[in-house]
């Protein structure tokens, strides 16, 4: 069993940055793509990148260029930079262990959700 726990969510004015992180603790070799979703009241769930073995990286349309996700392996630690946030970045952002087939979806092993205002 792994447990996740993401941090770094706040209110932020349109053109903003916010750096959000996912501390991973538990059974963390489990752990080879993760990812970061969000949902946003009354909208459904939105996957928005994968960080997979190997370094590849993916990124939803809606936020390529303006997010990077990153990994300290060392640390067992998950990074999602973004920047020039816009009102439709609001949201829950969730990290979780992803799994791919036909579309990146999130496994059980999530966390809490750290809330993302963009306002």
């Known amino acids: 069993h792994v447990q996740l726990v993401e941090s770094g969510g706040g209110l932020v004015q349109p053109g903003g940055s916010l750096n959000l992180s996912c501390a991973a603790t538990g059974k963390t070799n489990v752990l080879n793509c993760m990812g970061w979703f969000r949902q946003a009241p009354g909208k459904e769930i939105e996957w928005v990148s994968t960080s997979a073995l190997g370094d590849a990286t993916y990124y939803a349309d809606s936020v390529k260029g303006r997010f990077t996700i990153s990994r300290d392996n060392a640390k067992n630690t998950l990074f999602l930079q973004m920047n020039r946030l816009k009102t439709e970045d609001t949201g829950m952002y969730y990290c979780?262990?992803?799994?791919?087939?036909?579309?990146?979806?999130?496994?059980?092993?999530r966390g809490q959700g750290t809330q993302v205002t963009v306002s």
């Open positions: 979780a262990r992803m799994i791919y087939g036909p579309t990146w979806s999130a496994t059980a092993d």
